[in-house]
């Protein structure tokens, strides 16, 4: 009785604990849809897919120009005021115009351009028009993706996060028996149009209670202030998603198309066990660091979720290296090399882990040249670190930078954030 009584006390183990039980749910049904990818499609199709969802990824982003965690974090700083948050709702929703409109354009007339380069074919050029058409979906759903963020709604974005993963899953299945390659694609590209109608069921009447539909002004304010974040966002997603493309590209060109699709395997197991983080980050730490002023309370409350995540990620990531065989024999059989990138790929994820936490000090008190600063050195060291030991340790070269470069960015955003609060 004790341990439950002490996450029910403790909301961060609560998060922590309601989120676990999805992410098994998740990851059940990942595992079998990784591996009858991995079987019908091998590991060209893996290294396909691993191209569209960089894509996709980055269009996440851009279609509502980035501004997500200003999104999560003026909700969380706004919630009792109406006012405020109908400003702040008026103001996203015209950013998301902007950003949806030049995402259409630029994907439905350079398609044939966009295919040639993430495929080395214009096969796919119509799948790039589908996923154009589906932008205005992804950008709403990302800006009422924050809402709930921001009001740490996190009971209600586990019961979205799995219906929309589990419908979206099923679509995947269906669509590969059918269309093949094709089909997977083309379930990726609509995915979104799932996603929202799944929030708008759960969550609409929560929506209604704090934004008013019926006008849409732009704020001055909330603009220049919304404006950092897509700054900060351009740089950690969509140059982010446009390096992993590269360093797959990479790879296609120096060894094969098919270790190209082992290292998106291994990137893919590393995403199924991190997102684990994903909602930790923008429900708890970038509301809770939004409301910290002085340097002790931001320590005491760094020490609190690295003393709550950290040994958890530790116990998980050994179980996960302990288990590497099995892992690769269920989900990517016959994927030579895959289990020999595990030890560098968990280390650097550890690293990521430790270091993220940290970082989002910048994007609760909007220091965009910070920000900018350590995710393009973050970028550029994995790069650069990567195409240096590509040649020299095949494959292996991309995971060992991965760890290289989250130790030095850890320790370059350590130095900045101590900074920060040494000027006050």
């Avoid at 309601?18 to 091998?42: D, E, K």
């Avoid at 030890?343 to 909007?366: C, I, P, T």
Wanted: hydrophobic share 55%.
């Amino acid at each position: 009785m004790k341990i439950p009584e002490k996450i029910r006390a403790n909301l961060l183990l609560k998060m922590t604990s309601l989120n676990g039980v999805v992410i098994a749910i998740r990851l059940l049904f990942s595992i079998f849809i990784q591996r009858l990818l991995a079987q019908m499609l091998g590991e060209t199709g893996v290294s396909k897919i691993g191209q569209f969802r960089n894509l996709t990824n980055m269009l996440v982003s851009f279609s509502s120009l980035g501004i997500f965690n200003g999104v999560v974090k003026y909700v969380a700083e706004y919630k009792e005021d109406q006012k405020q948050l109908q400003r702040l709702f008026s103001t996203s929703f015209l950013f998301v115009l902007i950003g949806s409109l030049c995402s259409f354009v630029i994907l439905f007339c350079g398609a044939s351009i966009i295919s040639e380069y993430l495929f080395a074919t214009t096969n796919f050029t119509y799948v790039i028009k589908i996923l154009s058409i589906c932008i205005p979906f992804i950008g709403i759903q990302r800006v009422f993706n924050g809402v709930i963020n921001g009001l740490s709604a996190y009971k209600r974005l586990a019961k979205i996060e799995l219906i929309s993963y589990l419908l979206s899953s099923l679509l995947t299945v269906i669509f590969l028996y059918l269309y093949n390659i094709d089909g997977v694609l083309v379930a990726i590209a609509i995915a979104p149009i799932i996603q929202l109608i799944t929030l708008l069921f759960v969550f609409f009447k929560v929506l209604k209670e704090y934004m008013s539909f019926s006008t849409l002004k732009l704020s001055r304010v909330f603009s220049k202030n919304l404006f950092g974040f897509v700054l900060m966002s351009f740089c950690s997603t969509i140059l982010l998603n446009y390096v992993e493309i590269g360093i797959r590209s990479t790879l296609i060109q120096q060894i094969s198309e098919h270790d190209a699709g082992v290292w998106t395997a291994m990137t893919n197991i590393s995403k199924n066990y991190m997102v684990f983080s994903g909602a930790i980050f923008s429900m708890y730490v970038l509301p809770k660091f939004s409301s910290i002023k002085l340097k002790k309370d931001f320590k005491k409350e760094l020490i609190y979720i690295y003393k709550t995540l950290l040994p958890l990620f530790a116990l998980g990531m050994l179980l996960v290296y302990l288990c590497r065989e099995w892992i690769v024999n269920l989900i990517y059989p016959n994927f030579e090399g895959l289990e020999t990138l595990f030890k560098w790929q968990l280390m650097g994820d550890f690293m990521k882990l430790a270091s993220v936490v940290l970082a989002h000090q910048f994007l609760a008190k909007k220091l965009v040249a910070n920000f900018i600063i350590t995710e393009i050195l973050s970028l550029v060291l994995f790069y650069g670190f990567s195409y240096y030991l590509i040649p020299i340790f095949g494959i292996k070269g991309v995971v060992i930078s991965h760890l290289i470069r989250y130790i030095i960015y850890g320790l370059v955003v350590f130095l900045m954030v101590n900074r920060y609060f040494d000027k006050d």
